[in-house]
């Protein structure tokens, strides 16, 4: 009984604050379900290009287009040397983007129907065509397509972090939307297997790529739209504040904010780190060999992803964001230990990942809820948003991936994977292959977790820095004549010198702080 009671508060609170947020916090129920179901539409449209890989294990470009892993890794070094060159660009346009609707919302709006129309052309490239031409269509198709899907991606996952700047409401948002959008590729893995079953070569026919790609791409185009017609940013900016930042300033200032190396550090390391997860399709089509037991594998492995999404929060809350990534970094790397020594039976394989899939699932919280701290901090520092010029760090990422790209295919190839793809039925092949990217696999995750040994921000720290933004904002708007006090909590305000003095973050030198004191940071 009182459980059902507990239950009933809890839907009244839900519709109490549909239209109004809860004390203390800044976003509404309705925009919250807005964003989520939006990111359903995302989710849709990053299942599809889930499907369009520059791997060895992508179906579509491996098996059906037959193309070498050695050949996918140069058109991916190709794609990163694109990235670096456009890189600067992109990341002004986001710090400086036109109109009046915010950083990240305008592109979600702009970048959909483009990525959904690349993405279907994919699935169209004659098997008549040589494969050098099948080559070439694949590398200019991937690179546009990666390109706008990966700035579309990009910017609605950013849009959270200029939703609130409460810290603990942005974790809140990133795990309901989670579970809302979660539920976009727990949908395509348990449909894709029962549709390929209508087709003649199943998984392997291009026919049924031709089917999905369309179909389900502009199906997440429309609910993104959601995402931008039912939210609104939210930054803590002097009224009257025009940013623009040149691209020198922006790119050195970002270098100086340690808690952005760390994360992107971290991330040098992922694809290490899902070397095995990445194979499940493998597992799948050349371990399982049965179609409609993967549609029910596929809606269990999914599972995985709702319970790290619904954990995230309440782990985060208990040991904090930093703690809380250590934790399931090592829950990835043991739960790959056991596949160094039993890959072959699809049942273990699937356990395995299910726990590293759980983990993942923690850290689509943490991710962005970290990367706004650290956005955040910047702006406490310095008096900037970077959101864009953050993004440059995708540079440096680039150059590293440009040598870590050729790791998992020379260990394809040299375990005897080059074009025939039908290899992967022989366990005597495929099964020291798999022990070898599941040893990769741990090593990834524990070089994963090893920077974040060395973030020291906590949310406490995070939450005062806020009300010290707040306070300078409105301190400027005063000056501006246009005060506002809803900037203003009923919190006491800490001045910049005892803010430096007492916070822990990154122990600011002596003159440091002379400079904080005659105003350069302030806004």
């Not at 009244?12 to 379900?33: C, H, L, M, Q």
């Not at 579970?179 to 026919?207: C, E, R």
């Not at 931008?228 to 691209?247: L, M």
């Not at 999914?302 to 790290?308: D, F, H, N, W, Y």
Request: proline letters at 4%; one cysteine or more.
């Amino acid at each position: 009984m009182q459980i059902l009671n507990k239950a009933g508060e809890v839907v009244k609170d839900f519709f109490r604050y549909w239209n109004k947020p809860s004390e203390g916090n800044y976003v509404a129920n309705k925009e919250t379900i807005a964003y989520s179901v939006g990111g359903m539409g995302v989710q849709f449209i990053a299942a599809i290009a889930g499907q369009i890989l520059l791997q060895a294990n992508c179906l579509l470009i491996g098996t059906v287009y037959g193309l070498k892993p050695t050949d996918l890794a140069l058109l991916l070094m190709i794609n990163t040397i694109f990235s670096i060159v456009i890189q600067p660009l992109k990341s002004w346009i986001i710090d400086n983007t036109p109109g009046n609707k915010g950083k990240a919302r305008p592109w979600i709006l702009w970048l959909g129907p483009p990525c959904a129309i690349l993405m279907s052309l994919t699935a169209y490239i004659p098997l008549s065509w040589s494969k050098q031409t099948i080559l070439i269509c694949v590398g200019v198709l991937y690179i546009l397509m990666n390109f706008i899907y990966q700035f579309y991606l990009g910017m609605y996952t950013q849009l959270v972090q200029l939703l609130t700047p409460n810290t603990n409401e942005r974790a809140k948002i990133i795990s309901i939307s989670s579970v809302i959008y979660s539920m976009a590729p727990t949908i395509t893995g348990a449909i894709f297997p029962l549709i390929a079953k209508g087709f003649d070569l199943g998984q392997v026919d291009q026919n049924f790529y031709k089917v999905i790609f369309p179909l389900f791409s502009f199906i997440g185009c429309g609910l993104g739209f959601l995402a931008y017609f039912g939210t609104k940013e939210r930054i803590i900016v002097p009224r009257r504040q025009v940013q623009k930042v040149k691209f020198v300033d922006g790119f050195v200032k970002i270098c100086k904010n340690r808690y952005f190396w760390i994360n992107n550090v971290a991330t040098w390391f992922a694809f290490a780190r899902g070397a095995v997860t990445a194979c499940m399709m493998w597992a799948y089509v050349y371990m399982l060999q049965n179609e409609v037991i993967q549609s029910v594998a596929s809606l269990v492995m999914g599972t995985a992803s709702l319970v790290g999404m619904v954990m995230g929060p309440f782990i985060i809350k208990k040991t904090g964001k930093k703690n809380t990534v250590l934790i399931t970094d090592a829950a990835i790397g043991i739960s790959m230990v056991p596949l160094i020594f039993y890959n072959d039976n699809f049942y273990v394989f699937a356990a395995a990942c299910y726990i590293a899939f759980w983990g993942s699932a923690v850290q689509i919280i943490t991710a962005p809820a970290m990367s706004a701290d650290a956005l955040d901090y910047q702006q406490w520092r310095t008096g900037d948003r970077l959101e864009g010029f953050s993004q440059n760090f995708a540079i440096i990422n680039s150059l590293v991936a440009m040598g870590t790209n050729y790791i998992i295919p020379f260990i394809n190839e040299y375990y005897g994977l080059i074009n025939d793809y039908d290899v992967l039925y022989d366990e005597a092949i495929r099964s020291p292959m798999l022990s070898a990217l599941a040893v990769l696999a741990v090593i990834g995750a524990v070089l994963h977790g090893i920077p974040y040994l060395f973030w020291n921000m906590t949310e406490k720290d995070q939450e005062r820095m806020i009300e010290d933004l707040k306070r300078r904002a409105h301190e400027q708007n005063v000056l501006d004549g246009c005060a506002d006090e809803s900037l203003l909590s009923s919190h006491e305000h800490l001045n910049e010198g005892d803010l430096l003095k007492e916070s822990v973050l990154a122990g600011e030198t002596g003159s440091e702080q002379a400079s904080v004191d005659n105003g350069e940071d302030n806004l």
